[in-house]
């Protein structure tokens, strides 16, 4: 299997509303390979997600997944999980602001926004109907992932454009803070 090719910042699609996937789509040879390529390009580029804008479809799906990493070491593992025609049902009146970064982007980190927790409902890759509460690092995932598929990205919600940094310089901040 090889790495999808991915979109950057300032394509078009990246900025475009997805389609909703018919769910006599879902089970097709075409789409559930789509979904593995999907995953192994988020895996392989260090993701912890990616949606179908960023590999050039404009289709209502994304792939999730969290494991440890050098910056999040106390990660635990979670998915994959194959959110197709996502939405948020209800979400927290908290917000908690973290650093996000995304594929697409490939270096800057910013401080965004999101809810605490949201109450979801998706179709999972075997075409059932999902509703689940998310919180923590998995609900803040899913936040990103669906403004994806929104045409909406991380530096869109960020509150202070100043806490835009590369990749670098947040390794320096999170060793200082630490």
């Known amino acids: ?16 509303r997805t389609k909703n996937v018919p769910l006599g789509t879902i089970r097709s040879a075409e789409f559930q390979s789509l ?3 999907m995953i192994y390009t988020m895996r392989r580029t260090g993701g912890v997600g990616i949606a179908a804008p ?4 404009p289709l ?6 969290m494991r440890p990493i050098k910056r999040r070491p106390e990660t635990e ?11 948020i049902l209800e979400r927290s009146p908290l917000s908690v602001t973290d650093w996000e970064g995304c594929l697409s982007f490939r270096g800057p980190f910013g401080r965004v926004p ?3 927790w949201i109450q979801v409902e998706y179709v999972n890759e075997n075409g059932e109907k999902i509703r689940e509460k998310l919180s923590g690092f998995w609900a803040r995932i899913f936040q990103h992932e669906l403004d994806h598929l929104d045409g909406v990205v991380y530096v869109d919600r960020m509150t202070d454009i100043k806490t835009l940094v590369t990749q670098k310089e947040l390794r320096k901040l ?3 803070k630490a």
Request: positive net charge; glycine residues 6%; without cysteine.
């Open 60 to 65: 209502r799906v994304a792939v999730m997944e």
């Open 54 to 57: 960023q590999v050039g479809r």
């Open 35 to 37: 979904i593995k390529q």
């Open 174 to 176: 999170l060793k200082e």
């Open 77 to 87: 593992r979670m998915g994959p999980l194959t959110i197709i025609n996502p939405r």
């Open 114 to 116: 999101r809810a605490k």
């Open 1 to 16: 299997m090889k790495v999808l090719p991915r979109t950057e910042f300032g394509n078009p699609i990246l900025r475009t």
